[in-house]
């Protein structure tokens, strides 16, 4: 079950006396607790408590199982209209031939066509870490080859022996 807080049902609401909300949505007044219950036995429905921290506790008659498969379902078609940005990676290298580099570029594109946000990286490996500055021209030219798709989230940065880039995809598209 997926959803977050389910209220007290029946025996588990532990006031004495309660404010009670009929079917229909109208208030039927303040009870003992044991009273309300009786009400909800002759209804054929349960006894709901809709808001704990009010004094009395308010509590509501009617079909908890209606109540909760109405709470899934909404639940559910909150999640329909969301959506999910993924993130996607491309690792390129200081060494990388052409074809190699529009390979990984074309495929970026795909990614940012898509929609999802791609994190660039570029590893430096032994004595690639001296030439940090080379590794900023193949990211900095990564950027510029993309710029009509998408925008850098904020400037490469350089972490250990990794340089990165956030691309995020356009919203015109």
Request: net charge positive.
């Amino acid at each position: 079950m997926t959803i977050k807080h389910l209220p007290r049902v029946n025996r588990q609401i532990r006031a004495q006396r309660v404010k009670l909300i009929g079917k229909d949505g109208q208030v039927l007044g303040e009870f003992h607790i044991r009273e309300a219950m009786n009400m909800a036995r002759q209804e054929k429905l349960d006894l709901v408590e809709v808001a704990p921290n009010a004094r009395p506790p308010v509590c509501k008659l009617l079909d908890f199982g209606k109540y909760v498969y109405e709470k899934k379902r909404q639940e559910r078609l909150a999640r329909k209209h969301q959506h999910k940005t993924t993130a996607r990676g491309m690792r390129f290298s200081l060494k990388i031939s052409e074809h190699d580099y529009q390979v990984k570029l074309t495929k970026v594109k795909e990614f940012l066509m898509d929609g999802d946000r791609v994190k660039v990286t570029l590893r430096l490996r032994g004595r690639e870490m001296v030439h940090a500055d080379m590794g900023m021209k193949v990211i900095e030219r990564v950027v510029t080859d993309l710029a009509d798709l998408g925008k850098m989230e904020k400037p490469p940065m350089r972490e250990r022996n990794f340089i990165f880039v956030t691309i995020l995809p356009d919203k015109r598209r």
